[in-house]
């Protein structure tokens, strides 16, 4: 597109200079002296264009590497001036000098373009670079925020003074380019991560409490119902006891036990598998440890 402009650019500068080649003798820069405002200003747009296709090969650049690549341009701001200051010195140099105050204002008139012309693509470049900025600037303090064990506030003060540190330095002199719309964005995607966080754990910490709520619940069931059993029964004994005994020459078994204040009898009659280890007979006369069994627990 500006290698069009350029080109109708030129054939406009041709087409008055050669209809003014029969009348009029031209100046070093295309210029009849004495001639009218319009072939003036049509020579400053020429030179402008001119200005304006060199200074495209470093927009382009800077474009690659922020839009195409997603990088950061450090100090952009800056390069930014750079471009745009030797454009300008370059507009003064090749530019004809006005003869007359309508001349004066048609040079700067054209020169304005020429600085508006130049700080458009570059301030969407710079938007652009602030957008990288605030997502570096979020990604640190979601990092810093988990692992460094720094506060919330004390996280998002660091990723807010990083971003607007970069975003300095990303913003031309004397420009109205501003960050604060980006900056206030950042800001509010801070707060909402971190309500979020707080959110989840006062959800945790409430977890928690219910779940501790419901122990200490059923604590207190088990101490009702130990109550009610010392009530029914008696106080608990601290000892328990149980006996077994089989009465010689026969399958009758006899248990006994003693457990919680409480004593219990048991009469069963029941084969012995292991006759044949306790005697001749099947059977050990007497007490004796193939016939009786003795259980104690004892509670401290």
């Not at 750079?82 to 204002?105: H, M, Q, R, V, Y």
């Not at 306790?278 to 004796?288: A, Q, R, S």
Request: net charge negative.
């Amino acid at each position: 597109m500006t290698r069009l402009l350029f080109s109708l650019a030129l054939l406009v500068l041709a087409s008055n200079a050669s209809a003014s080649s029969s009348t009029s003798r031209l100046a070093a820069w295309g210029i009849p002296r004495g001639g009218s405002e319009s072939t003036y200003s049509t020579q400053l747009e020429t030179v402008k264009t001119s200005v304006l296709e060199a200074a495209t090969d470093a927009i382009e650049d800077l474009r690659r590497k922020i839009v195409i690549e997603s990088k950061i341009v450090s100090d952009f701001g800056a390069e930014a001036d750079t471009i745009c200051n030797k454009a300008l010195e370059d507009f003064a140099k090749s530019a004809p000098d006005a003869s007359d105050a309508a001349g004066a204002s048609e040079y700067d008139r054209k020169l304005e373009q020429l600085e508006a012309a130049l700080d458009a693509p570059l301030q969407v470049l710079y938007l652009r670079q602030l957008a990288l900025l605030r997502e570096q600037a979020l990604s640190k303090y979601r990092v810093a925020s988990k692992t460094t064990g720094a506060s919330d506030y004390e996280a998002m003060l660091q990723a807010d003074g990083q971003f607007t540190a970069a975003a300095e330095d990303a913003t031309r002199e004397g420009s109205d380019w501003d960050y604060s719309s980006e900056r206030s964005y950042l800001q509010s995607v801070m707060t909402s991560v971190a309500e979020s966080g707080k959110r989840a754990t006062d959800i945790q910490l409430k977890s928690a409490q219910q779940h501790q709520t419901a122990m200490q619940f059923l604590q207190q069931q088990q101490q009702m119902i130990q109550q009610l059993q010392m009530q029914l029964y008696g106080q608990t004994s601290p000892w328990n006891i149980g006996v077994a005994y089989r009465i010689p020459d026969t399958n009758f078994n006899l248990q006994g036990s003693y457990q919680q204040g409480r004593g219990n009898i048991q009469l069963s009659c029941v084969p012995d598998e292991y006759a044949p280890f306790l005697g001749p007979n099947g059977f050990t006369n007497g007490v004796g440890p193939g016939n009786l069994g003795l259980s104690l627990n004892l509670s401290v």
